[in-house]
């Protein structure tokens, strides 16, 4: 993630004493209600520290643990500044400043240049690191200072400090358990985080290439991958590697990007360049069990300045939804860390599309809007497959969902929402519930009263009635009766037998599939082109002779087989008659037969010749 970070030694071993504590850190309250998890090769309460015996050490930065503080701060570094990371600070007026010396840092990979803006985990070498305000900064530098703790005592000093791995605790205590029968994850105290969680790692080029396969089989079960930061900087080098990979191996993943935005122009610049990167990647709005998010933090960029109006982050964050929403990509979140959202980020709007936030605490500190959120709860975590640090994230739901594909009805409109989540889009479902074929709408609603063309199958037009079930068989709509295949719902067209009424041949329109009455001529293929009657009632097909009143009035003849209207010589019942060729009526008395070559009497009443 682009919160810089700072690698830490890791703990090979912990004492046997130690370990007995840890055991027993689980807040009285925590197994009231649920249990802790013990899953096959992981302790779950390893790492646990509990929230009064401190969690982290005295020389550590504020809000981050595993980074170190330093032995002093420069006084050129005003209380106003931001520390982004473990030696740099950021002036309000957008200066970087190294926070010992005080020195002005413009080396271009760590602040950019004026047209390049630089990779936002490049101060920290791909560590995340939560800015905190240089103010808290001094003030724990001072207060460690007056315990006498020297910065070579407290480096060496790792009682009681387990590195979190396999997705355990973090440095605060907040750990991983059980409840209502799923896996979960609490805060420190034992308060519910989400329940239906999964333990999931954001990732980027700074981890280099990642043996997903062992990372799968060490519980990563699911991904954020950085995909970019700002406009027009191209993929992240492992983008497209990770991708692939999760997708390979069924890990269910989210994208993320980084902002450089500051006002909706670039907003808008971004939305657009990601729109691209994302169909350049091959991934669709289906393949993402995660959302995109839109990763908000305080940065550096030399000649620019972040904003600090909520109302112009506002701007900013309607900007970059409505690029990716028009492009079909409607999973969409805010990501960020707690102290930023109660910042610059500290718009109503904001804070309702704030779905992922870091926080290296007991607790978030956050009050989540969404039901579905996750919580970025340590920077320091360990899985095989990843050299080096990794964030861990526990992802889920605070309130129980139905992880069965259900149905959602929100403003009196139902949407479908599969089981990894997503809401369906533009597609078919099957109900098992209702044994019934649904259609759901590009905008995700489900379809009611409508004709469809579905491409499936070689194509074919098919009809959802009033409860969005697709029909079969006969139906009476606008107007007229239709038909649809009792299997597959395709809409018949042309002749076509229908069961009703005792069985009947029928015509179904060619092109509008309404079915037709009296005289028709159909010539949708050499096999049945010509004249036919249909019962001006019931539709059913006419056969043999008929009186005709069009034309003056005249006797026509409907094959007994086809139905179609006899043309030219015909014999029938050992008897021989003669229909005209271009109107088909039956020849009485003296008539000119092509056939014989001859002029032959018909009966003048009969037809017989």
């Known amino acids: 993630m682009s919160l810089l970070k700072r690698a830490v030694p890791i703990v090979a071993t912990v004492s046997a004493a130690v370990a007995l504590m840890l055991v027993g850190a689980v807040p009285a309250s925590a197994l009231m209600d649920h249990s802790t998890d013990t899953a096959a090769g992981s302790n779950a309460n390893a790492g646990i520290v509990p929230a009064d015996q401190g969690g982290s050490s005295e020389d550590a930065m504020p809000d981050n643990p595993q980074a170190q503080l330093p032995d002093s701060v420069n006084e050129s570094i005003p209380d106003s500044a931001t520390v982004v990371s473990e030696n740099l600070a950021v002036t309000t007026e957008g200066d970087v400043k190294n926070i010992e010396t005080g020195e002005t840092v413009t080396d271009p990979e760590l602040v950019g240049t004026e047209e390049q ?275 861990m994230n526990a992802f889920g739901n605070r309130e129980y969902v139905n992880l069965a594909a259900h149905w959602v009805t929100r403003n009196g409109q139902k949407y479908w929402q599969d089981a990894d989540g997503t809401y369906a889009k533009g597609k ?83 092109t509008t599939g309404k079915m037709a009455y009296g005289e028709v001529y159909v010539n949708y293929d050499k096999e049945h082109a010509g004249w036919y009657l249909f019962d001006k009632v019931t539709g059913a097909m006419t056969y043999g002779d008929v009186y005709l009143r069009s034309n003056g009035g005249k006797w026509v003849r409907y094959d007994r087989s086809t139905g179609k209207m006899v043309k030219g010589l015909h014999k029938q019942n050992g008897a021989w008659y003669y229909f005209d060729e271009v109107t088909g009526a039956m020849a009485h008395g003296r008539t000119w037969v092509p056939q014989w070559k001859a002029w032959h009497t018909f009966d003048t009443i009969t037809g017989r010749g």
């Not at 519980?219 to 492992?238: C, H, K, L, M, Q």
């Not at 709408?441 to 009033?466: C, E, I, P, Q, T």
């Open 117 to 391: 803006a630089p990779d936002p985990l490049a101060k920290t070498d791909g560590e995340t690191f939560i800015p905190v305000a240089a103010s808290d900064v001094k003030e724990s530098v001072d207060d460690a200072n007056a315990s006498g703790q020297s910065q070579e005592q407290s480096s060496t000093n790792t009682d009681g400090k387990v590195t979190p791995a396999q997705f355990t605790s973090n440095e605060y205590g907040a750990y991983w358990g059980s409840y209502n029968n799923t896996k979960a994850f609490f805060e420190s105290g034992g308060s519910l985080f989400v329940q239906q969680a999964k333990g999931v790692i954001d990732v980027s080029q700074w981890q280099g290439n990642i043996d997903w396969a062992k990372a799968k089989a060490d519980g990563v079960e699911g991904a954020i991958i950085r995909i970019s930061y700002g406009w027009d900087n191209g993929f992240d080098t492992t983008a497209l590697r990770n991708i692939s990979e999760c997708k390979r191996l069924g890990i269910p993943f989210g994208i993320y990007t980084y902002s450089y935005s500051y006002d909706a122009n670039t907003a808008t610049a971004e939305g657009n360049d990601l729109v691209g990167l994302l169909k350049k990647a091959g991934v669709s709005p289906n393949d993402l069990s995660f959302p995109v998010y839109y990763d908000l933090e305080r940065w550096t960029w030399t000649g620019h300045q972040v904003p600090t109006d909520p109302n112009v982050y506002n701007s900013i964050v309607n900007a970059w939804w409505g690029r990716l929403q028009a492009a079909g990509y409607n999973n969409l979140g805010v990501y960020s860390y707690t102290s930023y959202l109660n910042g610059p980020l500290n718009h109503s709007n904001i804070r309702s599309k704030a779905k992922w936030v870091a926080s290296y605490g007991p607790r978030t500190n956050f009050s989540y809007s969404a039901n579905s959120r996750g919580w970025q709860y340590t920077s320091i975590g360990h899985v095989n497959g990843i050299s080096g640090n990794v964030d």
């Open 428 to 510: 078919e479902i099957f109900d098992p519930d209702s044994n019934a074929w649904y259609w759901i709408d590009s905008n995700g609603v489900m379809a009611h009263d409508k004709d469809v063309f579905l491409r499936s199958n070689g194509g074919k037009w098919v009809r959802y009635d009033s409860n969005g079930h697709m029909v079969k068989g006969e139906d009476y709509r606008y107007g007229g009766w239709y038909y649809f295949d009792t299997t597959t719902g395709a809409m018949a067209k042309g002749i076509q037998y229908v069961p009703s009424s005792g069985g009947k041949k029928v015509y179904y329109d060619w």
